[in-house]
């Protein structure tokens, strides 16, 4: 490519925060739930570009027709792939492209088409653009969104805070992540964390049913507590785990969970998890293995039902967190029997038509029940 900028690049990256930040001067987004790419086009050769530098366009070959007939012939632009089902984003739907058979790949894009939503703009031709301010690539990106249509898409962006807030709220429920605040002079910085990000924070009660050593050993202490809430048929589903501890709180943990391994076992819900990978129902059980964990050890350590924590969340997949949970305190006051779905608040969806008017509806194919889309059932 004779691009003034060539792969791999990494992308510009945001902190977190609690809120909306102040002042003048920002650029509000929101936050889609998909794969960050970066797209290079130089005539008809396009390349897909991940997060950590690696190639996407065997997982998405769907994308590759569209991004070659409706760019700029010569450009890099910044954006997100997604998935949309019944009018929300369907991250599992994007897991299961990550799929070594290409015939595999193939199936799934037919049946569950991909989209992408840019929201910035790197290069156009010669110019390397990384160092113009953000309104300005904002503008152009802006200028060339005019001439796409689905699956490419612009992000909205506005600059008023109020309206940012109602995105905050309204959207989630189609799956969006939150909000992204840019500074509108602020150049494009690959591989730093200059934007901020607002992110939906909740929190519930959880049953701690088992935990796994850290990964450097068990010298270092606990490395995630297992999560379990307990379904309208009383039996305990995995939920997700709690990780991220201080090197201090991985050693406390060892003492804390001690007593609870007594027997940890005996009488366990998850007792047979630990004699098979996956379930009846073809899912991955705690310790197994994944496309995204190879090479790690997810071996798990059952204790006794009894340890309540509660736990910071942004939001659900399905019937498990979305992301990694957030240790809270523990909660001796709370009986194990009361961590149950019902506490989780739900967002009420909103159609992604909300942000993109019938673009994203112009594209949907008659619905197609597959692994990712058939309803499942609870794990026993």
Same mark, same amino acid.
């Given at each position: 490519?004779?691009?003034?900028?060539?792969?791999?690049?990494?992308?510009?990256?945001?902190?977190?925060?609690?809120?909306?930040?102040?002042?003048?001067?920002?650029?509000?987004?929101?936050?889609?739930?998909?794969?960050?790419?970066?797209?290079?086009?130089?005539?008809?050769?396009?390349?897909?570009?991940?997060?950590?530098?690696?190639?996407?366009?065997?997982?998405?070959?769907?994308?590759?027709?569209?991004?070659?007939? %409706?760019?700029?012939?010569?450009?890099?632009?910044?954006?997100?792939?997604?998935?949309?089902?019944?009018?929300?984003?369907?991250?599992?739907?994007?897991?299961?492209?990550?799929?070594?058979?290409?015939?595999?790949? +193939?199936?799934?894009? %037919?049946?569950?088409?991909?989209?992408?939503?840019?929201?910035?703009?790197? *290069?156009?031709?010669?110019?390397?653009?990384?160092?113009?301010?953000?309104?300005?690539?904002?503008?152009?990106?802006?200028?060339?969104?005019?001439?796409?249509?689905?699956?490419?898409?612009?992000?909205? +962006?506005?600059?008023?805070?109020?309206?940012?807030?109602?995105?905050?709220?309204?959207?989630?429920?189609?799956?969006?992540?939150?909000?992204?605040?840019?500074?509108?002079?602020?150049?494009?910085?690959?591989?730093?964390?200059?934007?901020?990000?607002?992110?939906?924070?909740?929190?519930?009660?959880?049953?701690?049913?088992?935990?796994?050593?850290?990964?450097?050993?068990?010298?270092?202490?606990?490395?995630?507590?297992?999560?379990?809430?307990?379904?309208?048929?009383? %039996?305990?589903?995995?939920?997700?785990?709690?990780?991220?501890?201080?090197?201090?709180?991985?050693?406390?943990?060892?003492?804390?969970?001690?007593?609870?391994?007594?027997?940890?076992?005996?009488?366990?819900?998850?007792?047979?998890? *630990?004699?098979?990978?996956?379930?009846?129902?073809?899912?991955?059980?705690?310790?197994?293995?994944?496309?995204?964990?190879?090479?790690?050890?997810?071996?798990?350590?059952?204790?006794?039902?009894?340890?309540?924590?509660?736990?910071?969340?942004?939001?659900?997949?399905?019937?498990?967190?979305?992301?990694?949970?957030?240790?809270?305190?523990?909660?001796?006051?709370?009986?194990?029997?009361?961590?149950?779905? *019902?506490?989780?608040?739900?967002?009420?969806?909103?159609?992604?038509?909300?942000?993109?008017?019938?673009?994203?509806?112009?594209?949907?194919?008659?619905?197609?029940?597959?692994?990712?889309?058939?309803?499942?059932?609870?794990?026993?």
């Amino acid at each position: 490519m004779t691009l003034p900028l060539k792969p791999p690049i990494l992308p510009m990256l945001a902190k977190r925060a609690e809120a909306l930040p102040d002042g003048e001067g920002w650029r509000f987004e929101p936050k889609w739930d998909g794969f960050r790419a970066l797209v290079f086009r130089d005539g008809g050769e396009v390349y897909l570009q991940s997060r950590d530098g690696r190639p996407l366009a065997r997982y998405f070959p769907d994308l590759l027709a569209p991004l070659a007939q %409706q760019l700029p012939t010569r450009c890099v632009l910044d954006g997100e792939i997604v998935i949309e089902q019944g009018g929300a984003l369907d991250f599992e739907a994007l897991q299961l492209r990550l799929h070594p058979a290409a015939s595999r790949v +193939a199936l799934l894009a %037919q049946r569950q088409p991909a989209a992408m939503v840019f929201f910035d703009l790197l *290069a156009l031709g010669d110019a390397d653009l990384t160092g113009e301010a953000f309104a300005r690539r904002r503008a152009r990106l802006e200028r060339i969104g005019t001439r796409l249509r689905a699956p490419l898409h612009v992000t909205p +962006a506005t600059a008023d805070r109020t309206e940012a807030a109602d995105w905050f709220r309204r959207f989630e429920g189609a799956g969006l992540d939150g909000i992204v605040a840019k500074r509108a002079g602020g150049r494009y910085e690959p591989d730093q964390r200059v934007m901020v990000k607002v992110k939906h924070a909740r929190e519930c009660d959880c049953v701690v049913a088992g935990f796994r050593w850290h990964r450097s050993g068990r010298a270092a202490g606990v490395g995630s507590l297992l999560l379990g809430l307990y379904d309208a048929a009383g %039996q305990l589903q995995h939920v997700g785990v709690c990780a991220s501890f201080t090197a201090a709180m991985r050693r406390d943990l060892v003492k804390v969970l001690e007593p609870h391994r007594v027997s940890g076992l005996r009488g366990h819900p998850w007792q047979d998890w *630990a004699e098979a990978a996956v379930d009846e129902a073809g899912r991955r059980r705690p310790g197994a293995s994944s496309r995204w964990s190879a090479g790690k050890d997810l071996s798990w350590e059952p204790l006794r039902i009894g340890l309540v924590a509660e736990v910071g969340y942004d939001h659900m997949q399905g019937d498990r967190f979305r992301h990694t949970a957030q240790f809270r305190r523990w909660r001796p006051d709370k009986p194990a029997r009361e961590c149950t779905y *019902a506490q989780l608040e739900v967002a009420a969806p909103e159609e992604l038509a909300s942000i993109f008017g019938d673009g994203l509806r112009a594209r949907r194919r008659p619905k197609v029940t597959t692994a990712a889309t058939a309803p499942r059932p609870r794990r026993p």
